[in-house]
């Protein structure tokens, strides 16, 4: 069997236009934009970096707790105790003291709102394997890597600045895209603006994301800031069908962290279109069967493929189908068989898994034959003549 790489620029109408990717010039340390619906990078800039990620490591720690409410192991009414150690903790906090047992879902909106750190250590010790927030952050970062976050080692709960303590903003993308994805159900508490907590700070009683006030769409994530980081943020926002993704760090003040994230919404929302690039059931390209009843089987995507293209478009756009063949019979419908490749430029490639549109059962007796027939010919007098000289 061979690789085959046929283009399919015809194939596919969208391919008609031209595009480039757009250039964005951020003024963040590092950054990072996903596309929520396509999976599309619109930027990368330092992006697997590890950077100190200050609070925004907290989002870890929320997934941590959403996986243990997801498997019994906590519930939103669940009391849990406060340590000495976690009562111990500045900055960010929701002043809670050893007298207190807070509810699970008070402790979530405590970190979510009022970025508690205090919160962060009282999961950190009920959910780790040793009792200690030193175990919690080693579980922690057994996780990460199994979420493909290659590049976050955790030393505490609650990003409290410590000597390896990072992660690197494709991987608090991925963590955010995961918490939107996989717990809708507590992804509300991210939009919440305001958490008077007992009634113990009213001055710290606001959610830091800046752009939760400013009518964009915006429903989440977690603000960061530590001397060593700057001014951070991981914020999403919807607008229309489309939902964006978004990670910064490094910023000098909160007010350029907010105009940046700002910035960064409209530019992944006005520059960018969604299309269409092919619909389930689509044949892209017919494969050579070997020793098939048919000659060749169609390759299709299971289901419809949409890519975002700049709005303004003025560079070139490839793609191509990718497979192993000749596919020897029989071939059953639905097989996956090759790829399909989208190239853009200044974009990552899209890679679209292609199945058999239909089945093709092995061919008779009379077929097999001569199949066999063509091939000892072909090795006699090999792949044919050479061309003439021009």
Do not use: C
């Amino acid at each position: 069997m061979i690789a085959f790489a046929r283009s399919v620029l015809a194939a596919i109408a969208l391919l008609a236009l031209t595009t480039a990717g757009l250039a964005f010039e951020t003024e963040a340390e590092a950054a990072y934009v996903v596309d929520h619906n396509t999976g599309q990078v619109l930027l990368s800039h330092n992006d697997q970096l590890p950077l100190p990620p200050a609070s925004m490591s907290k989002l870890m720690t929320l997934n941590m707790v959403f996986e243990a409410l997801e498997d019994g192991r906590l519930s939103l009414e669940t009391r849990l105790p406060v340590s000495a150690h976690a009562m111990s903790f500045g900055g960010s906090t929701m002043f809670l003291t050893t007298r207190d047992r807070v509810s699970v879902e008070d402790l979530i909106r405590g970190i979510v709102v009022l970025s508690g750190n205090d919160a962060s250590v009282v999961f950190a010790e009920a959910l780790s394997p040793d009792g200690t927030e030193e175990g919690f952050a080693t579980m922690m970062t057994e996780r990460a890597r199994q979420l493909g976050m290659e590049n976050s080692t955790f030393r505490n709960a609650s990003g409290w600045p410590a000597p390896g303590h990072v992660m690197s903003m494709r991987d608090l993308g991925i963590l955010a895209e995961r918490l939107i994805t996989e717990f809708p159900q507590y992804y509300t508490y991210f939009a919440e603006t305001e958490f008077p907590f007992d009634g113990r700070a009213p001055d710290n009683r606001f959610n830091r994301n800046p752009l939760l006030t400013l009518d964009i769409g915006a429903d989440g994530l977690k603000t960061g800031h530590t001397q060593e980081a700057g001014f951070g943020l991981v914020g999403s926002a919807v607008q229309g069908n489309r939902r964006v993704t978004f990670v910064i760090t490094g910023m000098e003040t909160a007010g350029a962290r907010a105009r940046e994230a700002e910035r960064i919404v409209n530019w992944a929302f006005r520059q960018f279109a969604e299309r269409e690039v092919v619909a389930a059931g689509d044949v892209v390209v017919e494969a050579e069967v070997f020793m098939g009843a048919a000659p060749t089987v169609g390759l299709t995507p299971t289901e419809d493929v949409t890519m975002l293209v700049p709005a303004v478009q003025d560079g070139g756009i490839e793609a191509e189908v990718v497979y192993q063949g000749p596919i020897a019979a029989p071939v059953e419908a639905g097989t996956e068989l090759g790829t399909l490749v989208v190239r853009m430029e200044g974009f990552d490639d899209r890679r679209i898994p292609l199945v058999a549109a239909e089945t093709v059962e092995r061919g008779g007796i009379g077929i097999r034959l001569g199949t066999a027939a063509r091939s000892v010919l072909r090795s006699i007098l090999g792949d044919g003549p050479a061309p003439a000289p021009s």
